[in-house]
């Protein structure tokens, strides 16, 4: 094996999906190399990271906290609600996805308390019915929304939701994993108490760990209420706050990935910069396909940048699987879909990806299609 000529050839599968994704050589070459944990520049490393998180929410020094956490996006949501909810605590879950139906599940586990308000996939939630809730139920303590609903593309009014849950004085939970980083959010503003996201999205990193952002004063509220030693965020902080370091065994290259992702967000003109690339990705995405006679499946006025899904053709000839595979094959790896109620796949425009990729996959989609024999 020639290892210098698979690094070479970096682009042998092109990732269409919204995590892991894509990610660039150089987020690649920056974890060919071992740090102990100890290491200064190691723990230099955490701490910049830490840092450069909270000027992406745009609170840095406004009384927030970043907070590094081994594991994937949902280990982030499930410490977010394991150590954010007291004793005596009570979910509203807002759902209209997958990933909503898992902040629900999540609860359920760790036998606290909750409440639903669901949604179909297709549709906005409704905001009167969520200041009913609050008005009628006041054992609530705090409500959870997906901010990009990753399960159809799908963006939740997280502003409009904020000043609702803050007109009852609730601690607010945005699951920002597929939109921080590529969406411009300034925290305070929009009354986000705790987020969590993870380093292989928007972010460009690679996987290893997952992260929160909290409201200083609402993070030290939560002691006394961890449900697990692994994912108490307060002694995960305490222990950043102590010595710079991780409490259990550090995620080190996935950590210097990270740094240098967080470099290519900066050059690429930050969050701006990088939403502006994504929606070029998306527009040239729904050009290419609107013109092949694909549907999406959501109505454009909800449907964010970052990953849509497509109808399948009704055509007969077309096999998801086998279009699926004939895709992979060629280096281009789609999505399946996730919507309960209607066959659809998915493609994600997020990661390493640029307009000619787009194009790339267009025509690869174009022969495809023809191959199978599927008249759109
Ligand atoms: C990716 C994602 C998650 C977390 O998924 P993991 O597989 O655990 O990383 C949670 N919520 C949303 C909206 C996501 O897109």
Redesign the pocket.
């Known amino acids: 094996m020639n290892d210098g000529q698979q690094i070479s050839n970096w682009k042998q599968k092109v990732l269409f999906t919204?995590?892991p994704l894509t990610t660039s050589m150089s987020v690649k070459q920056a974890m060919l190399r071992d740090v102990g944990h100890r290491d200064f520049e190691f723990i230099h490393a955490i701490r910049d990271v830490r840092q450069k998180l909270l000027e992406i929410g745009q609170v840095a020094n406004k009384g927030y906290e970043a907070i590094l956490l081994q594991?994937?996006?949902?280990?982030a949501?499930e410490a977010v609600i394991s150590t954010g909810t007291n004793p005596e605590g009570k979910w509203l879950v807002i759902q209209n996805?997958a990933?909503g139906a898992?902040i629900g599940k999540i609860i359920d586990v760790l036998k606290i308390k909750k409440t639903v308000l669901k949604y179909a996939e297709n549709s906005l939630p409704n905001l009167g019915e969520i200041e009913k809730t609050l008005k009628e139920d006041p054992f609530i303590t705090h409500v959870a929304v997906?901010?990009?609903?990753?399960?159809t593309g799908l963006v939740n009014p997280i502003k409009k939701i904020g000043e609702i849950v803050k007109r009852f004085n609730k601690i607010y939970f945005v699951?920002a994993?597929?939109s921080f980083g590529a969406f411009q959010m300034n925290l305070e503003e929009l009354k986000i108490d705790w987020l969590?996201c993870?380093a292989?999205?928007n972010i460009e990193g690679v996987?290893g760990f997952?992260f929160a952002l909290a409201k200083k004063d609402v993070l030290l509220a939560t002691e006394g209420n961890a449900r697990s030693l692994a994912l108490d965020l307060l002694d995960q902080w305490k222990g950043f706050e102590r010595n710079g370091q991780f409490r259990f065994s550090p995620p080190t290259h996935s950590i210097l990935a990270f740094k240098e992702a967080l470099l290519e967000l900066e050059k690429e003109g930050g969050v701006p910069g990088r939403e502006a690339r994504y929606k070029e990705n998306y527009q040239t995405l729904i050009e290419g396909m609107r013109e092949m006679g694909f549907t999406e499946y959501l109505n454009p006025e909800i449907q964010g940048h970052i990953i849509v899904s497509f109808n399948y053709p009704s055509y007969p000839n077309f096999n998801f699987e086998q279009f699926y595979k004939i895709l992979n094959d060629r280096g281009y790896v789609i999505y399946p879909g996730k919507v309960s109620n209607a066959d659809c796949f998915r493609i994600a425009v997020c990661g390493r990806l640029f307009k000619n990729d787009i194009l790339d996959v267009l025509n690869v989609i174009k022969e495809t299609v023809d191959a199978m024999g599927v008249e759109l």
């Open positions: 919204p995590g594991g994937s996006g949902t280990f949501v996805g990933y898992r997906v901010h990009n609903e990753t399960t699951d994993m597929s969590a993870t292989n999205k996987p997952a």
